[in-house]
């Protein structure tokens, strides 16, 4: 079962439904169940306008070096953080997922998840550790649905993998970013953004369900592969330490290991990292740490 540790804190989960192949949002309003479980999120879409939605903010060049830049020395102080969960062996073992000859991380997230905007803050400083991102773009997630449903963690500062691509000698990373975060009256969800390859699509169909996860959680996002050896499903930490921050803000506390943005987000990516590590053959030394590959023995 993955991300047994986030399944006992207090969490919602945004699912992707399965039917027929397709995905589809079914727009679920978060009560009490936000305040049992913990780390992805039930599809309640955003209401953000469209003028305001997927280009919430540009984000500058200088904003993403210090995103992007942060000091291994960081890392390394904040440890294994404050995390809820983290990647999960998939158990029996899968076939080694490549592309190119590489290792392949794979996302599939949502612009409009709360929980999907948590945790590509730290998919991002985690992979900056291995290669370069090009054209990463600052959105919000979402504060209502189509139908008006109301989103936890309203309006979380965060990034949108959609336009950008990313280069390592190390490894691949292939996000997918289903639906925007802009709300579409018409089903009462979000307008789609990109879609599943079929083999994604298998990928979803068979491992973001029970035995995996629990039946509860099944189609859960945001879902991450690596490589066929690990699995994460939903936020790995509490997306409440970014909520009223602004992504200057937020990317300043990366760099204060003391700041429970830090705990939150680098802890979760020295976890990324440390699995990513398992991949590469723990290349390059500058992620691989003594740190984080301390960490590796935890996954």
């Not at 979402?142 to 280069?167: H, L, R, V």
Request: hydrophobic share 40%; charged share 10%.
């Amino acid at each position: 079962m993955t991300n047994s540790a986030a399944n006992r804190h207090p969490k919602a989960r945004t699912r992707l439904m399965l039917a027929g192949g397709a995905i589809i949002v079914v727009v679920v309003v978060v009560v009490v169940f936000v305040l049992l479980r913990g780390g992805g999120g039930k599809p309640s879409p955003a209401s953000v306008s469209a003028s305001a939605s997927r280009d919430a903010a540009a984000g500058t060049s200088s904003l993403v070096a210090q995103v992007t830049g942060v000091p291994a020395a960081t890392f390394d102080q904040v440890g294994a953080g404050k995390v809820n969960a983290h990647p999960d062996p998939i158990t029996p073992a899968a076939p080694a997922r490549t592309l190119g000859g590489k290792p392949e991380m794979v996302y599939i997230g949502a612009e409009f998840c709360p929980y999907c905007a948590a945790e590509r803050w730290a998919m991002i400083t985690a992979l900056s550790r291995f290669g370069t991102f090009t054209g990463l773009r600052t959105i919000k997630s979402a504060t209502a649905d189509g139908g008006g449903n109301i989103e936890p963690y309203p309006a979380t500062s965060t990034w949108t993998f959609a336009p950008a691509t990313y280069t390592s000698a190390y490894l691949a990373f292939t996000p997918v970013e289903i639906y925007t975060n802009i709300p579409d009256p018409a089903t009462g969800g979000y307008t789609q953004l990109q879609k599943l390859t079929a083999e994604q699509q298998a990928l979803i169909n068979k491992y973001d369900a029970p035995p995996y996860v629990p039946s509860a959680d099944q189609g859960a996002i945001p879902f991450v592969d690596y490589g066929g050896k690990y699995l994460s499903v939903g936020a790995s930490y509490d997306p409440g330490v970014l909520q009223g921050l602004t992504w200057a803000q937020i990317a300043a506390d990366l760099h204060d290991p003391s700041s429970p943005v830090a705990k939150g987000v680098l802890g979760t990516a020295n976890y990324m990292t440390a699995a990513l590590c398992e991949l590469t053959g723990n290349q390059p030394g500058t992620a691989c740490t003594p740190t984080v590959r301390s960490l590796q023995s935890h996954l």
